[in-house]
């Protein structure tokens, strides 16, 4: 069921048997897996997460490579509510473990100053990660090229920057090392610092001497026509020739509203078991916010393990459904001849 501020109110007696947060690749599978198992769930989305920005999708099975990722988003929602899921357009607030329920409050637009509490026994965390851009005055012009020629993952779109003339747009010292890397596909590398931090000497000779030059001036403007990237302009006037570029500026991580439960982590990253159930055994964590690579095939697994798990301890808690028919046969007593 589709739920929105007019209609939401009938949900709030539920007690689901999971919410899942995120309405993304790896929110999806769950819901989907979830709701085919006849648990009742509900999916939170916030909208415009990471996988809604994917402008192709090259490297995922059976999917045409040019299938914006939006696309299979809203497939993924249809066929989750076709299946018996809920789905809420709002942003989580905040999780609180009641003991044998959580208690999630979920704000719905702009004008919910107060939230909605919904009662369910598990949590499944999906909420993503969104990339860091390089800021400009002027963001629309990032946004021309980003998802496009300006990737932000290397392992999804290395093959596409293949002997290409590349940026890399570090957002910290430590970020530069991703050109080490980058030049398996490309050895092609300018390094743009966006004017954010000194480099150090070190590093400098490092890219010295692999060729790779340096550029220190904040990023004034990129260029290029129909979302193709021809090159980057900085602030002292100078333009570096590229037609691709890769973004290694960090992520922002859509997990406060897990900040009163505790559970162990590995610097932002959520720790799970190979069923992506965290330290806490009724909260699960899927695809980026999990360790592990950050790839849409790996969101869908999780999504189907964390489901599976889900549906494993539900069922073996309940009682079995019995033919009762047959039992009030095969229990009669016998007709006396």
Request: charged share 20%; glycine share 10%.
């Given at each position: 069921?589709?739920?929105?501020?007019?209609?939401?109110?009938?949900?709030?007696?539920?007690?689901?048997?999971?919410?899942?947060?995120?309405?993304?690749?790896?929110?999806?599978?769950?819901?989907?897996?979830?709701?085919?198992?006849?648990?009742?769930?509900?999916?939170?989305?916030?909208?415009?997460?990471?996988?809604?920005?994917?402008?192709?999708?090259?490297?995922?099975?059976?999917?045409?490579?040019?299938?914006?990722?939006?696309?299979?988003?809203?497939?993924?929602?249809?066929?989750?509510?076709?299946?018996?899921?809920?789905?809420?357009?709002?942003?989580?607030?905040?999780?609180?473990?009641?003991?044998?329920?959580?208690?999630?409050?979920?704000?719905?637009?702009?004008?919910?100053?107060?939230?909605?509490?919904?009662?369910?026994?598990?949590?499944?965390?999906?909420?993503?990660?969104?990339?860091?851009?390089?800021?400009?005055?002027?963001?629309?012009?990032?946004?021309?090229?980003?998802?496009?020629?300006?990737?932000?993952?290397?392992?999804?779109?290395?093959?596409?920057?293949?002997?290409?003339?590349?940026?890399?747009?570090?957002?910290?010292?430590?970020?530069?090392?991703?050109?080490?890397?980058?030049?398996?596909?490309?050895?092609?590398?300018?390094?743009?610092?966006?004017?954010?931090?000194?480099?150090?000497?070190?590093?400098?000779?490092?890219?010295?001497?692999?060729?790779?030059?340096?550029?220190?001036?904040p990023i004034a403007k990129f260029h290029g026509e129909n979302h193709?990237?021809?090159?980057?302009?900085?602030?002292?006037?100078?333009?570096?020739?590229?037609?691709?570029?890769?973004?290694?500026?960090?992520?922002?991580?859509?997990?406060?509203?897990l900040k009163d439960i505790e559970l162990e982590y590995d610097g932002?990253?959520?720790?799970?078991?190979?069923?992506?159930?965290?330290?806490?055994?009724?909260?699960?964590?899927?695809?980026?916010?999990?360790?592990?690579?950050?790839?849409?095939?790996?969101?869908?697994?999780?999504?189907?393990?964390?489901?599976?798990?889900?549906?494993?301890?539900?069922?073996?808690?309940?009682?079995?459904?019995?033919?009762?028919?047959?039992?009030?046969?095969?229990?009669?007593?016998?007709?006396?001849?």
């Amino acid at each position: 069921m589709k739920l929105s501020s007019k209609n939401l109110e009938t949900r709030l007696d539920t007690v689901y048997d999971a919410i899942v947060v995120g309405g993304g690749m790896g929110g999806l599978s769950a819901a989907i897996y979830l709701a085919r198992y006849g648990l009742n769930c509900l999916i939170v989305e916030k909208g415009r997460g990471r996988s809604f920005w994917m402008q192709d999708t090259r490297n995922f099975l059976g999917i045409d490579p040019t299938t914006p990722g939006r696309n299979i988003i809203d497939h993924g929602t249809k066929q989750a509510i076709d299946w018996g899921a809920d789905h809420l357009r709002g942003f989580v607030e905040s999780v609180t473990d009641e003991g044998g329920t959580f208690a999630v409050r979920v704000k719905v637009g702009k004008k919910d100053e107060t939230g909605s509490v919904f009662r369910t026994k598990y949590v499944v965390a999906a909420s993503g990660i969104i990339d860091v851009l390089p800021q400009l005055e002027n963001m629309q012009n990032v946004f021309d090229y980003a998802g496009y020629t300006l990737h932000v993952c290397m392992i999804c779109d290395g093959f596409d920057m293949w002997d290409q003339k590349a940026v890399l747009i570090a957002g910290s010292e430590g970020q530069i090392n991703a050109a080490f890397v980058l030049n398996w596909f490309t050895p092609y590398i300018s390094v743009l610092t966006h004017g954010l931090y000194p480099v150090s000497g070190e590093m400098k000779q490092k890219l010295a001497e692999h060729g790779y030059p340096l550029y220190e001036q904040p990023i004034a403007k990129f260029h290029g026509e129909n979302h193709q990237l021809s090159g980057v302009e900085l602030a002292d006037g100078t333009r570096v020739e590229a037609t691709t570029g890769l973004v290694g500026m960090g992520s922002i991580y859509h997990n406060d509203y897990l900040k009163d439960i505790e559970l162990e982590y590995d610097g932002q990253n959520l720790v799970t078991n190979e069923m992506c159930q965290t330290s806490h055994e009724r909260i699960f964590a899927l695809g980026d916010l999990k360790l592990g690579l950050n790839q849409v095939s790996i969101a869908v697994a999780d999504g189907t393990l964390a489901a599976t798990q889900i549906w494993r301890m539900i069922r073996r808690a309940a009682a079995p459904r019995k033919w009762e028919e047959n039992l009030l046969v095969n229990t009669a007593e016998p007709e006396v001849v």
